[in-house]
């Protein structure tokens, strides 16, 4: 069945391999099945849920979009824009505000682990920010959703505004319910310096994760220096307990290597762990050395980037004023 598809990416900077495992591959996959609509997002507004520099937040815009080009998103295929170019975005958002219960948000594990232990210092936009994403998502009618695990919850949040929206303003089936599209396997890539913690962009270690940016010795460098154990490599699943890092890389070896776990454990069992990292760093290097160079190349021409982001918000804006439009006839405005 052909889906009508939208996901995004925060341009808050190092965009890593989880991003890549996690999102732009699917999101590439998807673009690429017959019949489906993606839409491809850059989230600038969901960036300043915490305090950015104005010059940087403008090139990791640009640099999420060149990684997003630079992996196979085609903007002849997508559509790829960045979302402060389209106002109803941020319209959208408030009214959906409205139909949004508070006990709802405050379930919302990510803002807990975000805004830390003093919450009174958070910003309002970082608890309010599922409900942005839920109109990111409603305004294109979106059928299917391509995160990862983490977002889920969101997810379920955008489906519980749009039953309620439809269903408070006697409008069935006006707002479009969407699914998750959560990969199975290696939905999560954690940090290289700790199994339990996932790869993130504001970790402060940049030995914890690899950058879409880096080169290919620094990739080797950083799978060098990951956390193992003195254990040799397990032969079987149940050999992988406790070792969250040991799970982790094999996790991410299988992903690129497009095959499962056990493959992957059968192929290294008994190995030393330096074979085994050799082997890995030249999987992750053949991926994402080629993107790096790419994502280099295309920042060297900004104006390509941003004619490829105002196209887009063009089409985009099409389609989502136009919905809230609908949105405001149905509530009475
Ligand atoms: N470690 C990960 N493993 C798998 N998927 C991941 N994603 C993020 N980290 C991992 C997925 O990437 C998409 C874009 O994420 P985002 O940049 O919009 O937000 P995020 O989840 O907050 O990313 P980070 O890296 O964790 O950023 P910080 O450090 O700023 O919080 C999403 O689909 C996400 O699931």
Redesign the pocket.
């Known amino acids: 069945m052909a889906k009508k598809i939208f996901?995004?990416?925060?341009p808050?900077g190092n965009l890593?391999l989880?991003?890549y495992?996690?999102?732009i591959k699917n999101f590439v996959d998807l673009q690429n099945q017959e019949g489906n609509q993606c839409i491809y997002c850059v989230?600038d507004l969901?960036a300043i849920t915490?305090r950015q520099d104005p010059n940087i937040l403008k090139n990791n815009i640009r640099e999420t979009t060149a990684a997003f080009l630079a992996s196979g998103i085609n903007p002849k295929k997508s559509i790829i824009f960045n979302q402060s170019l389209v106002p109803a975005h941020a319209e959208g958002s408030w009214i959906l505000g409205c139909v949004a219960r508070m006990g709802w948000l405050n379930r919302m594990t990510q803002f807990k682990e975000?805004a830390g232990k003093d919450k009174e210092k958070a910003s309002v936009g970082l608890y309010i920010y599922p409900i942005l994403m839920s109109a990111d998502i409603l305004l294109y009618d979106a059928t299917h959703v391509?995160?990862?695990?983490?977002?889920k919850q969101h997810l379920e949040l955008s489906r519980d505004i749009a039953q309620k929206f439809n269903s408070d303003l006697n409008s069935p089936d006006f707002l479009k319910v969407p699914e998750p599209l959560i990969q199975r396997n290696f939905?999560?890539?954690?940090s290289l310096k700790d199994g339990t913690k996932?790869?993130?962009?504001?970790?402060p270690s940049d030995l914890s994760r690899i950058n879409l940016t880096d080169t290919k010795d620094q990739i080797i460098n950083k799978i060098k220096k990951a956390k193992t154990d003195t254990i040799p490599m397990p032969s079987a699943k149940e050999g992988l307990k406790k070792r969250p890092e040991v799970e982790n890389l094999l996790g991410i070896f299988s992903s690129l290597s497009n095959q499962n776990l056990e493959k992957s454990i059968d192929e290294f069992s008994g190995k030393n762990f330096s074979d085994f990292k050799a082997i890995l760093a030249e999987k992750v290097a053949e991926k994402i050395s080629p993107i790096s160079k790419e994502i280099v190349n295309l920042l060297k021409n900004k104006d390509y980037i941003d004619k490829v982001l105002m196209e887009g918000a063009e089409k985009a804006n099409i389609q989502a004023s136009k919905k809230v439009k609908e949105i405001k006839k149905i509530i009475g405005f």
């Open positions: 996901s995004g990416v925060q808050s890593h989880g991003n495992i996690g999102a989230v969901h915490l975000k391509p995160v990862g695990e983490d977002q939905s999560r890539i954690m996932k790869m993130s962009k504001s970790d």
